[in-house]
């Protein structure tokens, strides 16, 4: 090495050596991404798309000026791979390291922030080089609540998901504590997958799949079988399930606003059909799924013919009714209440809606309100014997309620008194 | 005298062990105390309450003597020598009364102001109010939290100034006032942030999430209604001042980026059985999106804003605080600056069709078009139009298609629907223009969207008038694609569909016009023979504006309408009359 290049700054001689020596790894081989490991991975695998992952990196522009940096703000970077998240030379980038290498990337504007640049510190047609060391990834939580992690084996193709209501072509193999319970080719209705003993959570991960995608679910119990487990397949209650699922092709089901109101109403009446069956069956989540079509096809629906008007108020009526029941069955005890609401809003005096409200509150100890809900049944329908003996259900919670506080607060004051005296 | 009585009874409490203090005691060196500073002795009191012997009478029944203290200081003006000596006492009584009782004592007095005198006392007893916290051991951090919140809700009444005269004249005091609170806080952040540097576990989470939600409430007032852009001859803008150090507050505690993502969830049904954390969200909305404009668009703290995120996801991120502003009640001036910083960060046609999977690219627009069609405010209008034609412009072809598709069906107003027509139009154009130009404009797709657009509401009945914005789009269209469309490239496929053109569009026009027209004259011809006959026409309804009412429309007026109805009549007849020439001509062409 020369003495010129040994003052030259790092970051130029770096730069200088990814536009010789770099790897060009794009799909196209245009050069937009060139790479040079500086240090390998000390693991085989590269994180897949969809993965939450973890870096930390230094970034400067092309005349060696430092425009950003995770380790100024002492904390790892996050993202999800391959989902447009990040600029497209990263997408490209991190998805061929390795967990524990370090790598420069150096990315041509139309792979990072091309014209547009980005205020205030990346001018427009600016070339960017980046320093990058993956520290970790794991596979994408799909519903930030633990219940589904995602692995995409293969990318699917195209852009859109299935909506719930579309038609899809799936391959499918279910394995729980490492062996194979299922395996087939089945299409359905997405929301409706209980038909072919296929849990909830397959319809919800299908929702965010592409056109030939492959990919590893793994399923936490409520999103799998749930409490009743699968006899059929020999599945214990709550087990855990992992699933290899193939979408290998879908029709989406209509947006709400392409369809006109006749259609949404005969929707409607196939839809109310299909959410009863699950109910009996006790598969509340799908039930949900079912009258919630019907509330959004309906209760923005404006511009209805007398006729049509009275159809759709009737529609909605037994959706909320039956939606309130659900939510009690789910214990989504405010949702229950807002269902209700609802409901009463297009019948005040309607006796279903005023007594699984009042169950809703009692659940929620609003003993008061569940009260009066209760009362208000009676005076529609003075025959009814389950609101009475809830009224005295009420009545008994209340004071107990009240004795209980009366305790609590009686030691409270006590012990305040006896802290403060220290 | 005022002062011989608070003498009388200083004299009783001293020879008094303090467990023997009683009730009637406190009253009365409260009213003493409180007579002396009414009658004007704050300097007599200031020696009762410098002397050592009393300490341990004013360490108890001192905090007692706040309100009138406080009461006493806004009165005086300030180069009185009572307000001077009132000040004295007040900072002697926080060295020695009891930490609790002086606080709730404090505490009280911000409660119970209103109106004018809400930022003096606030501003007047930040300082002790502060010392005093720091002297609480137990629930410090619950305290600070209770103090920040109760000032809190005491300013949110209050006005926000918003031009440049309302913010230099500052009349209740806020600005100074939002400024003195936020460094009245800075010393409990820097004690969460020691307290983080030491140890990853933060002890003092409590006191960490109390300031948050201070933050949080000050994103939301006055924040969100304040004016932030660079005024010139303001060199220090309080709000700007303000904002940016909030922002170096959640930066400081680590909170900054963690916010401004924690509001993006997947838009899928999500399982929520935390009800709560469910209406706290729906509560933050607003002041999520605060921080966002405040990040993007006036640049606080951008410096600390990772640089690798892809603009259309900063763009996904930013729709959901678009729309929450959208649809919030309080009409806020950030949401269009923050919806065009956004977009103006992405190159045209670079938006790819799947975001139109989210929700609330959909629903953005056509909220967008309410503001079009129903804001009164003019320049408002205007400006959504262009956030919306931006918006438009930054999708690839197939989203273009698919939000005309929406817009057409969704806006009902004539004036945007003949918008929508006229941008697929150029987009006709520039797929017409390109070879193998884009499959969404020409071809079987471009086919099912002209069936959206080439066809009259309600058929021949459709009101002409009310429509003409949309039907001259229309058939400007239909016209630009007869003559730069020809009939054996037909790339578009206009001439495969002409019969059911005709059939669905240009001849109900042509019975609707002449429907129209006939009318129309036939009404001119009733006017002119009814004014003939009597001046006073008989008013068939009549228009109160403001409880006002209107004057009725002499014939001339109701003349001059019909008439202008008629030349628009003609003006599509005319459009109608080149359409059908050019049919005419190509099809005898072939």
């Known amino acids: 090495?020369?003495?010129?290049?040994?003052?030259?700054?790092?970051?130029?001689?770096?730069?200088?050596?990814?536009?010789?020596?770099?790897?060009?790894?794009?799909?196209?081989?245009?050069?937009?991404?060139?790479?040079?490991?500086?240090?390998?991975?000390?693991?085989?695998?590269?994180?897949?798309?969809?993965?939450?992952?973890?870096?930390?990196?230094?970034?400067?522009?092309?005349?060696?000026?430092?425009?950003?940096?995770?380790?100024?703000?002492?904390?790892?970077?996050?993202?999800?791979?391959?989902?447009?998240?990040?600029?497209?030379?990263?997408?490209?980038?991190?998805?061929?390291?390795?967990?524990?290498?370090?790598?420069?990337?150096?990315?041509?504007?139309?792979?990072?922030?091309?014209?547009?640049?980005?205020?205030?510190?990346?001018?427009?047609?600016?070339?960017?080089?980046?320093?990058?060391?993956?520290?970790?990834?794991?596979?994408?939580?799909?519903?930030?609540?633990?219940?589904?992690?995602?692995?995409?084996?293969?990318?699917?193709?195209?852009?859109?998901?299935?909506?719930?209501?579309?038609?899809?072509?799936?391959?499918?193999?279910?394995?729980?504590?490492?062996?194979?319970?299922?395996?087939?080719?089945?299409?359905?209705?997405?929301?409706?997958?209980?038909?072919?003993?296929?849990?909830?959570?397959?319809?919800?991960?299908?929702?965010?799949?592409?056109r030939g995608e492959h990919c590893i679910l793994y399923l936490g119990p409520r999103y799998g079988f749930g409490e009743a487990g699968k006899p059929k397949y020999g599945i214990a209650a709550n087990a855990e399930l992992v699933y290899e699922v193939t979408l290998k092709s879908f029709e989406k089901a209509k947006e709400s606003w392409e369809m006109d109101t006749k259609e949404k109403l005969e929707q409607a009446a196939?839809?109310?059909?299909?959410?009863?069956?699950?109910?009996?069956?006790?598969?509340?989540?799908?039930?949900?799924?079912?009258?919630?079509?019907?509330?959004?096809?309906?209760?923005?629906?404006?511009?209805?013919?007398?006729?049509?008007?009275?159809?759709?108020?009737?529609?909605?009526?037994?959706?909320?009714?039956?939606?309130?029941?659900?939510?009690?069955?789910?214990?989504?005890?405010?949702?229950?209440?807002?269902?209700?609401?609802?409901?009463?809003?297009?019948?005040?005096?309607?006796?279903?809606?005023?007594?699984?409200?009042?169950?809703?509150?009692?659940?929620?100890?609003?003993?008061?309100?569940?009260?009066?809900?209760?009362?208000?049944?009676?005076?529609?329908?003075?025959?009814?014997?389950?609101?009475?003996?809830?009224?005295?259900?009420?009545?008994?919670?209340?004071?107990?309620?009240?004795?209980?506080?009366?305790?609590?607060?009686?030691?409270?004051?006590?012990?305040?008194?006896?802290?403060?005296?220290? | 005298m005022a002062v011989d009585e608070l003498q009388a009874i200083i004299q009783r409490c001293q020879i008094l062990e303090e467990a023997d203090f009683r009730g009637e005691d406190f009253n009365l060196f409260q009213v003493a105390g409180q007579k002396c500073l009414e009658d004007g002795y704050a300097a007599q009191l200031l020696e009762v309450v410098q002397n050592e012997k009393n300490k341990v009478i004013i360490k108890n029944m001192g905090w007692n003597l706040i309100c009138p203290l406080v009461r006493c200081i806004l009165m005086y003006k300030q180069e009185d020598d009572n307000r001077e000596h009132c000040l004295k006492i007040l900072d002697l009584l926080v060295q020695l009364c009891n930490a609790k009782e002086l606080f709730l004592g404090l505490l009280e007095q911000i409660e119970q102001t209103s109106g004018e005198q809400v930022c003096k006392t606030v501003m007047l007893l930040l300082q002790p109010l502060q010392t005093v916290l720091f002297k609480l051991q137990n629930k410090k951090a619950y305290s600070v939290g209770l103090s920040l919140a109760m000032i809190m809700s005491q300013l949110t009444p209050l006005p926000v100034p918003y031009t440049k005269q309302q913010i230099q004249e500052d009349k209740l005091g806020l600005c100074q006032c939002c400024n003195a609170v936020v460094d009245f806080a800075k010393p409990f952040v820097n004690e969460v942030v020691k307290n983080m540097e030491k140890s990853s576990e933060c002890n003092d989470k409590e006191l960490k999430e109390e300031l948050l939600k201070f933050c949080m409430k000050s994103l939301k007032y006055p924040l969100l209604t304040a004016q932030l852009d660079q005024?010139?001859?303001?060199?220090?803008?309080?709000?700007?001042?303000?904002?940016?150090?909030?922002?170096?507050?959640?930066?400081?505690?680590?909170?900054?980026?963690?916010?401004?993502?924690?509001?993006?969830?997947?838009?899928?049904?999500?399982?929520?059985?935390?009800?709560?954390?469910?209406?706290?969200?729906?509560?933050?909305?607003?002041?999520?999106?605060?921080?966002?404009?405040?990040?993007?668009?006036?640049?606080?703290?951008?410096?600390?804003?990772?640089?690798?995120?892809?603009?259309?996801?900063?763009?996904?991120?930013?729709?959901?605080?678009?729309?929450?502003?959208?649809?919030?009640?309080?009409?806020?001036?950030?949401?269009?600056?923050?919806?065009?910083?956004?977009?103006?960060?992405?190159?045209d046609n670079s938006l790819l069709h799947q975001y139109l999977e989210f929700s609330d690219f959909l629903t953005v627009p056509q909220n967008l078009v309410k503001v079009m069609t129903l804001c009164p405010i003019e320049h408002l209008r205007k400006k959504s139009l262009n956030i919306l034609q931006l918006f438009i412009n930054k999708f690839d072809a197939e989203g273009k298609y698919t939000l005309f598709r929406c817009l057409l069906k969704t806006s009902n107003h004539a004036g945007v629907e003949g918008y929508i027509i006229k941008n697929i139009k150029d987009q006709i154009h520039l797929a017409l223009m390109k070879v193998g130009g884009s499959s969404w404009f020409t071809g079987h797709h471009l086919i099912s969207l002209l069936d959206l657009v080439l066809l009259l509401p309600d058929g021949a009945e459709t009101d002409l008038l009310q429509n003409s914005d949309r039907i001259m789009a229309s058939l400007n269209l239909l016209r630009y694609l007869m003559i730069k469309d020809s009939e054996y490239d037909n790339q578009t496929g206009v001439w495969t569909m002409l019969a059911k053109i005709e059939q669905s569009f240009l001849k109900p026009l042509h019975v609707g016009l002449n429907m129209s027209k006939a009318h129309y004259e036939a009404e001119i011809k009733n006017k002119k023979e009814n004014r003939r006959d009597s001046n006073n026409s008989n008013t068939v309804c009549s228009v109160t504006v403001s409880g006002e009412k209107m004057p009725a429309m002499t014939t001339e007026m109701q003349l001059q309408v019909l008439r202008s109805a008629l030349f628009t009549f003609d003006l599509i007849e005319s459009v109608l009359a080149r359409v059908e020439e050019l049919i005419e001509v190509k099809i005898k062409a072939v």
């Open chain 1, 270 to 422: 196939i839809v109310k059909e299909k959410g009863t069956t699950y109910f009996k069956e006790g598969k509340y989540l799908q039930a949900v799924i079912q009258y919630g079509k019907i509330v959004s096809w309906l209760e923005m629906e404006y511009g209805l013919s007398e006729k049509e008007s009275k159809a759709s108020n009737s529609f909605l009526l037994a959706a909320f009714l039956n939606l309130a029941m659900c939510y009690l069955k789910l214990r989504e005890y405010t949702k229950a209440v807002e269902c209700c609401d609802k409901a009463l809003g297009l019948d005040q005096d309607n006796e279903k809606g005023l007594y699984r409200r009042g169950e809703a509150r009692l659940l929620m100890n609003e003993f008061e309100l569940a009260k009066g809900d209760f009362q208000k049944v009676l005076e529609v329908n003075p025959q009814n014997k389950a609101a009475k003996s809830q009224i005295s259900v009420c009545q008994k919670k209340t004071k107990e309620h009240n004795e209980r506080d009366r305790r609590i607060y009686a030691n409270m004051f006590k012990k305040f008194a006896e802290r403060d005296a220290k």
């Open chain 1, 1 to 210: 090495m020369t003495t010129d290049e040994a003052t030259k700054p790092e970051g130029e001689v770096q730069a200088a050596a990814l536009a010789e020596r770099g790897e060009d790894i794009t799909p196209a081989q245009d050069r937009g991404v060139l790479k040079i490991i500086k240090r390998p991975g000390h693991e085989d695998e590269c994180p897949m798309i969809g993965d939450k992952v973890y870096v930390h990196y230094k970034g400067k522009l092309a005349n060696g000026k430092k425009f950003d940096s995770s380790r100024d703000r002492n904390e790892p970077f996050i993202f999800s791979l391959g989902k447009g998240q990040v600029i497209k030379a990263w997408d490209i980038g991190v998805a061929t390291m390795k967990k524990g290498e370090i790598c420069y990337l150096l990315c041509k504007p139309e792979y990072a922030y091309g014209s547009a640049g980005s205020a205030p510190k990346i001018p427009s047609n600016a070339t960017l080089f980046f320093e990058v060391e993956l520290l970790d990834f794991k596979g994408e939580d799909l519903f930030e609540d633990g219940g589904i992690i995602r692995r995409i084996k293969r990318k699917g193709e195209g852009y859109s998901n299935p909506n719930e209501g579309a038609t899809v072509e799936i391959h499918l193999e279910g394995f729980c504590g490492g062996t194979r319970f299922d395996c087939k080719d089945v299409k359905f209705v997405v929301g409706e997958g209980e038909d072919h003993d296929i849990p909830i959570g397959i319809d919800k991960a299908l929702e965010k799949m592409q």
């Open chain 2, 231 to 347: 005024l010139e001859s303001i060199e220090e803008h309080p709000f700007r001042r303000f904002a940016a150090e909030i922002i170096d507050i959640l930066w400081n505690m680590r909170e900054l980026i963690p916010l401004m993502f924690s509001h993006h969830k997947d838009r899928s049904q999500s399982w929520e059985n935390e009800e709560f954390a469910d209406i706290e969200r729906k509560n933050s909305a607003d002041s999520l999106a605060c921080l966002s404009y405040l990040m993007f668009v006036q640049q606080f703290g951008i410096d600390c804003f990772p640089v690798v995120f892809s603009p259309s996801y900063l763009l996904q991120c930013n729709m959901v605080h678009i729309e929450v502003l959208l649809k919030s009640s309080i009409f806020s001036p950030l949401l269009q600056d923050l919806f065009e910083s956004a977009l103006l960060r992405m190159e």
